[in-house]
């Protein structure tokens, strides 16, 4: 069964910074794209950033692009986000996700989702 468990959301003020993690259970953790999303109130799901199976590449959307880092750590199967300069239109609950494809951008393409994790920027 593959679990994805994310952590590190919160509440923080504008302009601080957070680092999310997402914990896999996958067993061929580097054979798989990873990739990060948010879903605020009312809202769609939004992509914010994927990384390939081998780390090499990264994509941001244009929201998140020279704010958020996404990077992976092989040995933790984890990947992480580290977002800076929050601003308040950041709050949401984010989701990281696996696909079995080796780089990709779109919702569809996801294999696995985690339950997500509330990050709340304050004004």
């Known amino acids: 069964q593959v679990q994805l468990v994310e952590s590190g959301g919160g509440l923080v003020q504008a302009g601080g910074s957070l680092r999310l993690s997402c914990a896999a259970s996958?067993?061929?953790?580097?054979?798989?794209?990873m990739g990060w999303f948010r879903q605020a109130p009312g809202k769609e799901r939004e992509f914010l950033a994927a990384?390939?199976?081998?780390?090499?590449?990264?994509y941001y959307a244009d929201s998140v692009q020279g704010r958020f880092t996404i990077s992976r750590e092989y040995a933790k199967n984890t990947v992480y986000l580290q977002m800076n300069s929050l601003k308040p239109e950041d709050t949401a609950v984010y989701y990281c996700?696996?696909?079995?494809?080796?780089?990709?951008?779109?919702?569809?393409?996801?294999?696995?989702w985690g339950q997500g994790t509330q990050v709340t920027v304050s004004s």
């Open positions: 996958l067993r061929t953790f580097r054979r798989y794209g």
């Open positions: 990384i390939s199976w081998n780390g090499g590449n990264t």
């Open positions: 996700a696996a696909s079995a494809q080796a780089f990709v951008f779109n919702e569809a393409g996801y294999d696995y």
